[in-house]
């Protein structure tokens, strides 16, 4: 069975600092990982996903994330952090080989910037 | 283009009343998915429709029953509220390849007293 995690409930941040925000998984075949992010009241937005190929991963706004499979881990980072990137912040995962169009998506975690 | 629109945007409900949550998405794309969010619980996936024509159960299809009008609309239908199923629920489309990005509704507020 596929599974997400994100181990940290918020994370908190002065602007221009560096950011990460923790995801692992765990599939029985290969994974397809999404970043999705939510503003207050609206629904997901996608930032970056990892199919196959090169382990670093760029997306929106700056953000990108680095597949590690030894980890079983899909971190997004970004260099310098802006009070507008708060927000919730959802990894996903898709199992390649028996997930089929199921994914799953992490509790989210609360990103915090502060000016 | 609109992308994924969803109605109502907010609908209060007695327990045992019955509504449908309509989703039309003007991207084209070939499958469709409904989903509700909880606090610190994620998105869970109820419902989906990889094509026209086919709908499968996710992880929370119990209480909740699904219609693939056309390949625009997707519709999700609570046929006996409950207050288990307060909840946000949001429409995303996606191209027909597992591995194609959600694109996602704004979402429906339900209460259920």
């Known amino acids: 069975a596929q599974s997400v995690a994100q181990p940290e409930d918020q994370v908190n941040v002065a602007e221009g600092n560096p950011l990460t925000v923790k995801c692992t998984y765990s599939?029985?075949?290969?994974?397809?990982l999404f970043w999705y992010v939510q503003y207050p009241n609206r629904g997901l937005q996608f930032l970056l996903k990892?199919?196959?190929?090169?382990?670093l991963v760029k997306g929106s706004y700056g953000f990108e994330a680095e597949f590690n499979k030894s980890q079983t881990s899909f971190h997004l980072k970004k260099p310098s952090a802006l009070v507008s990137d708060s927000a919730l912040y959802f990894c996903?995962?898709?199992?390649?080989?028996?997930?089929?169009?199921?994914?799953?998506f992490g509790a989210g975690t609360r990103l915090f910037v502060k000016a | 283009n609109a992308g994924v629109t969803q109605t109502p945007k907010f609908q209060v409900l007695k327990t045992g009343q019955s509504m449908t949550l309509q989703c039309a998405q003007d991207?084209?794309?070939?499958?469709m998915y409904w989903y509700r969010q909880d606090p610190g619980m994620g998105l869970r996936l109820i419902y989906y429709?990889?094509?026209?024509?086919?709908?499968d159960k996710g992880e929370v299809p119990n209480g909740y029953n699904v219609s693939r009008l056309n390949k625009r609309e997707f519709s999700l239908r609570l046929e006996s509220a409950a207050p288990s199923q307060t909840s946000v629920y949001f429409c995303?489309?996606?191209?027909?390849?597992?591995?194609?990005?959600?694109?996602f509704g704004p979402g429906t507020r339900l209460l259920v007293l």
């Open positions: 990892y199919i196959t190929g090169d382990n």
């Open positions: 996903a995962v898709r199992d390649s080989r028996t997930g089929g169009f199921k994914t799953i």
């Open positions: 991207m084209n794309h070939n499958s």
């Open positions: 599939v029985s075949g290969n994974p397809y």
């Open positions: 995303a489309s996606s191209k027909a390849r597992t591995q194609e990005t959600q694109y």
């Open positions: 429709s990889a094509s026209e024509g086919t709908t």
